[in-house]
């Protein structure tokens, strides 16, 4: 691998994800320099690590700095100034950070749609909107193979929100339609680039915005609602989500009252999020929603228990869980599911002969 080739792997996997990480020397083949870049980063991660940034920044303004110079000079000067960056950025001096990557820009480098990025989010976080668009929108306009898909995933993200800020200032100021022009900006651009984010672990935070631009233009996109509750129920977002789906409320972050999600779910999106809630870990919260449901009345005792049975199942409960299924078992023993439930029971109670 070549340094240029380094660097960029460097900026995706540290600045990206925003922690440093350890690099095998021998992941890099025959490129010494490379093997020396990837050396000195180890040390300045185990200095981090060990509590030692101070120290790890006089040495990458002194010998660390000047050794990752020595195969190519501008590769290793951005390296190094993303480096002192991110530390900067550890240690909550997010002032010094910016001017680091900042100067780290005056010459040109492959890591340019990289340090636009790390500004861009830095300027978000100190609140100076127009700069933090300004390098958003570079690191979006830049060529795909500067970007990989994930960064540009976050890059989106982060520029909503910042127009996000901007329109609720906006609200604040009594400027409807200024901040109704916003929030359709905001709507068009999370449109035109939903297809590309999807499958990124940002895209429940897509799909939250989306639907908060559209509440705000004064409509309801029932589709993207009903995605994110069935879909994604553990993104933080919709944390406070219950099981119906239609007293849920999307946070605006204002005084007074959320509004309401003003759409149905159906069944099957239910039974998805009940599933996709207990995957997650979140046994707990499903079973309190199936219980949410059984005193709403919402469905017959079979398909509730049938919810429960799942739950208890995937908590390990599998005693409880059988007593339950043969309440049903006069009733219900014409149904598919029903054995389905049975035979996944009697296998984890050992049961084989009767699982088959």
Partial sequence: MTLNKFARYFVFAWILFGHLISFPQMAFGQSSGAVAVSAILNQVRTHVRDGKSEAALARLNGDWGKRLTEHDAVSGAAITGLAKGRILEELKRDTEAVEEYKRALIVKSPLETQ??????????RLGQDALAREALNRVLKADRGDAPISMRARATLELVSVMDQVATRQETEKK????RKTWTEID???RASRRLVRGQDVYPSYLYMLLKARRKMGTMDCRVARDLFARYPAAPEVASW?????QNRIDFNTVGEAPRVTCSATVKDIQTRLRRLQLNGQVERSLVEIRDLRARGVFDVWTLDSFEIGA????????EAMTILM????????????WNLFGRLTSRLGDFAASA
């Fill in 242 to 246: 219950g099981a119906i789906l239609s």
């Fill in 176 to 179: 409807q339609t200024a901040a």
């Fill in 327 to 338: 309440k049903h078992a006069d009733a219900h023993r014409g149904r598919p599911q029903f």
């Fill in 115 to 124: 340090l636009n990025f790390a500004i861009g989010k830095l300027y978000a």
């Fill in 312 to 319: 208890l199942v995937s908590n390990g409960q599998n005693d």
């Fill in 188 to 190: 068009k651009t999370l």
